[in-house]
């Protein structure tokens, strides 16, 4: 039902022509802002590294949940992309270009805003501007960047390359997103049209208290962001029950792939995603309890506390484990 009469996909039309788009946008904005006086600033600030930053907690939690989120590893993307997977495709490979892709786009995208912050304010403000980032991280795209586009020569222009760039990301990622919602109400018998028809009513009603609400929609920021993490560790406890050694020999080693697994892969799920979910989580409550947020930490209803995490991961798990009997029964009995 998605092939058009010449064999492809609308998602593959679309996935073909988005991403080299939005990196031709990208790679002009990147052009027009580093070249500016200043911009050497916005470069050193990006680049050189400031290691004390590495016993941060909070920078682990932020880089872990914005990888997870934005690869589309931690949320059930990649069982999108798994479905019109080809018997022989290689599976490596693709897994590589997904995230060298994606890291790629999200460099092109800093080094067309910071440049520009340092190029335009003084330091001293430029400072604070990439540093605080607004509701959610939105203040600099938002906020900031128009404002600074407002004050170089062609900066209408190219404020609307950049944000026709974001918005092709965003439709991109949107169509995985949506697809995945279809295909599983397509397990469940149901058309593609009323399946697309229910996840895009459903995305938009779910959707409004955050568009309506910056502190909701930070909160649910906050919550899915890390819970990504925990995701991301189901997914590796499901490979560790089917068996690794065996999900890598009949599923990942059977394709056509250049570059081999071997042991590490093995090691990586078994051994290293655990103890690094497990670190991350010890540290994080650790941290928030004893210094961060020591009075509120519990607090269900608190915006950034490690209790409104809880309370809405375990509602929802607890939601699931109570759905999951019907909907096997339902499947199965079909």
Not at 103 to 127: C, D, G, W, Y
Not at 144 to 157: N, Q, T, V, Y
């Amino acid at each position: 039902s998605l092939r058009n009469h010449g064999g492809v996909t609308p998602i593959a039309r679309a996935n073909r022509t988005l991403p080299p788009t939005r990196f031709g946008l990208l790679e002009i904005a990147v052009v027009r802002a580093v070249p500016p006086p200043g911009a050497v600033e916005g470069l050193t600030y990006l680049f050189e590294p400031r290691w004390r930053e590495l016993l941060n907690h909070k920078l682990w939690l932020e880089g872990l949940s914005q990888s997870a989120w934005s690869t589309g590893a931690g949320w059930g993307l990649i069982l999108t992309y798994a479905v019109y997977k080809r018997k022989n495709d290689d599976i490596v490979a693709n897994s590589f270009l997904a995230g060298l892709g994606n890291n790629s786009a999200s460099l092109l995208a800093a080094l067309a805003i910071i440049p520009t912050v340092f190029a335009i304010l003084p330091m001293e403000r430029a400072m604070s501007v990439v540093t605080d980032t607004g509701p959610a991280s939105t203040g600099l795209t938002f906020i900031w960047i128009p404002k600074l586009f407002e004050e170089i020569s062609g900066g209408r222009f190219f404020l609307a390359l950049f944000f026709i760039a974001l918005s092709i990301a965003a439709l991109s990622s949107l169509i995985s997103m949506v697809e995945l919602g279809t295909r599983i109400t397509m397990d469940f018998g149901l058309t593609r049209r009323k399946g697309l028809l229910i996840v895009s009513s459903a995305c938009f009603l779910f959707g409004l208290p955050s568009a309506l609400d910056p502190n909701f929609f930070q909160n649910q920021d906050w919550v899915w962001g890390i819970g990504l993490l925990l995701s991301g560790l189901l997914f590796a406890v499901t490979v560790i029950d089917y068996g690794v050694e065996r999900y890598r020999r009949e599923l990942v080693d059977s394709a056509d792939n250049d570059i081999r697994l071997g042991k590490i892969f093995n090691f990586s799920i078994k051994v290293l995603i655990t103890i690094e979910f497990l670190a991350m989580i010890v540290w994080w409550f650790t941290q928030a309890i004893l210094h961060y947020d020591p009075e509120f930490w519990w607090h269900p209803f608190r915006t950034f506390s490690i209790g409104t995490c809880i309370f809405q991961w375990g509602a929802l798990i607890i939601l699931l484990l109570a759905l999951n009997r019907p909907i096997r029964r339902l499947l199965f009995s079909r």
